[in-house]
């Protein structure tokens, strides 16, 4: 299994308090994604990082913002949550040249 | 504007028996296919991919078909077992420079095989 771990795994706040989510990697992969899965909607992906510093928006990007300031390390923050944002959120790491991504377990995130 | 598409929401299949999961796309510079499959309260898992290069792509029990011409692709699994119970999503992906692979998922199909 890859090396992802998500904290927290589940998290209850209010609307309009600050979140942070945090990916943790210990496969020294470049590029990194958050997703959020709703029902309906599938996977859709939010912003993506190709390395330290180095970051894009995905079709999802409205009210989030991310950090990778280490290779390990990719925070999706929500700077003021609304009940929208309630969701299961994924992070993912890309496996080396063979097109696949590996999913973390995923942080379940309840706006009241 | 969804590009990729499972207009299946669900589908249920006996033990033994083949099941086919559908995926169409609209956008044709996708050259690349995944599927995932994802069981509750787990991140998805990946199963199987193909090339657009090729028309057929085939692990153990799952296969997966692309139609280019269609714009269609899908996944066989025989037989079907009820571990395969989960939610399976089709991805596609334009040639990610290095190894970015960014990918657009479809909605899901939530597959139950019946023991």
């Known amino acids: 299994d890859a090396g992802i771990t998500q904290s927290p795994r589940h998290k209850v706040t209010e609307t309009g308090t600050p979140v942070t989510l945090r990916c943790h990697q210990t496969?020294?992969?470049?590029?990194m994604y958050w997703y959020r899965q709703d029902p309906g909607h599938g996977l859709r992906l939010i912003h993506y990082?190709?390395?330290?510093?180095?970051?894009d928006k995905g079709e999802v990007s409205d009210g989030y913002s991310v950090s990778r300031s280490k290779t390990e390390d990719f925070l999706l923050t929500l700077e003021s949550a609304t009940s929208s944002q309630t969701s299961v959120y994924f992070c993912?790491?890309?496996?080396?040249?063979?097109?696949?991504?590996?999913f973390g377990e995923g942080s379940r995130l309840t706006v009241l | 504007d969804q590009q990729v598409k499972q207009n299946s929401p669900s589908l249920s299949v006996q033990e033994g028996r083949i099941s086919i999961l559908n995926c169409d796309y609209t956008n044709s510079m996708f050259d690349y296919f995944l599927w995932y499959k994802k069981y509750p309260a787990e991140g998805p898992t990946f199963l199987i991919s193909?090339?657009?290069?090729?028309d057929k792509n085939e692990d153990g029990r799952f296969t997966v078909f692309l139609n280019k011409s269609a714009k269609h692709l899908s996944l066989h699994i025989v037989p079907s077992q009820p571990g395969d119970s989960a939610v399976y999503f089709c991805a596609a992906s334009v040639g990610g420079g290095g190894s970015n692979y960014k990918l657009t998922f479809g909605k899901g199909t939530l597959l139950t095989v019946n023991p």
């Open positions: 193909i090339s657009s290069i090729k």
């Open positions: 990082s190709y390395g330290v510093k180095d970051t």
């Open positions: 496969e020294n992969h470049r590029y």
């Open positions: 993912a790491i890309s496996g080396a040249n063979t097109g696949e991504l590996f």
